[in-house]
Nanobody
Framework: QVQLVESGGGLVQAGGSLRLSCAAS????????MGWFRKAPGKEREFVSA????????YYADSVKGRFTISKDNAKDTVYLQMNSLKPEDTALYYC???????????????WGQGTQVTVSS
């Protein structure tokens, strides 16, 4: 049974930082990329960032470029999203997903986690 479990969300003031983690289990993900999406109230789920399983390529939404960094630890089957300089508009439920790409489109992801809430206060 494939599982993606997110953690690390919470409440932070604007300008602060959080690091999200996504632990993958249940199958081998060597042919999959890992992505982060987010959904704010009243908005569509949107792409945030993705990384190939080799770690050789990373992708970012324009809204987070320069502030967020995606990385992975293959030994732990875990993907991270370091979020710095957080803004109130980053407030959302953040989801981890595994897919074969293209990675900016949620339809290309086969597995999803349950999400972790990030709230940024002004």
């Amino acid at each position: 049974q494939v599982q993606l479990v997110e953690s690390g969300g919470g409440l932070v003031q604007a300008g602060g930082s959080l690091r999200l983690s996504c632990a993958a289990s249940g199958r081998t993900f060597s042919n999959y990329g890992m992505g982060w999406f987010r959904k704010a109230p009243g908005k569509e789920r949107e792409f945030v960032s993705a990384i190939t399983w080799s770690g050789g390529f990373t992708y970012y939404a324009d809204s987070v470029k320069g502030r967020f960094t995606i990385s992975k630890d293959n030994a732990k089957d875990t993907v991270y999203l370091q979020m710095n300089s957080l803004k109130p508009e980053d407030t959302a439920l953040y989801y981890c997903a595994a897919g074969r790409g293209p990675f900016r489109f949620r339809a290309n992801y086969d597995y999803w986690g349950q999400g972790t809430q990030v709230t940024v206060s002004s």
